[in-house]
């Protein structure tokens, strides 16, 4: 399985910004499909998942101000960023876990600042 991300960049505080992921190779229902980030000096952490049915998992932090989606027929993930803030800045990788492993996409920087 092979995740492409994208839509990173630079955005000025309560900007938008949507990232999309695109995964490709042998998929099976039943996936998560998630968002991570990682600050510099930071921990990679979760930002927000979402299973192939149920319930999605947003971190505190960004309740109410992102969304998560995802398209089970193109297999892709997005996730709309709204009212951004400075702290938002990271690395963002999108991740897919299937049948106990976990593939990542290679990372979008995303940088909020005036």
């Known amino acids: 399985v092979q995740l492409q991300a994208s839509g990173g960049g630079l955005v000025q505080p309560g900007g938008s910004l949507r990232l999309s992921c695109a995964a490709s190779g042998r998929i099976f229902s039943n996936n998560v499909m998630g968002w991570y980030r990682q600050a510099p000096g930071e921990q990679r952490e979760l930002v927000a998942s979402?299973?192939?049915?149920?319930?999605?998992t947003y971190a505190d932090a960004v309740k109410g101000r992102f969304t998560i989606s995802r398209d089970n027929v193109k297999n892709t993930v997005t996730l709309q960023m709204n009212s951004l803030k400075p702290e938002d800045t990271a690395v963002y990788y999108c991740k897919m876990s299937q049948r106990g492993t976990h593939y990542w996409g290679q990372g979008t920087l995303v940088t909020v600042s005036s």
């Open positions: 979402i299973p192939f049915r149920d319930y999605i």
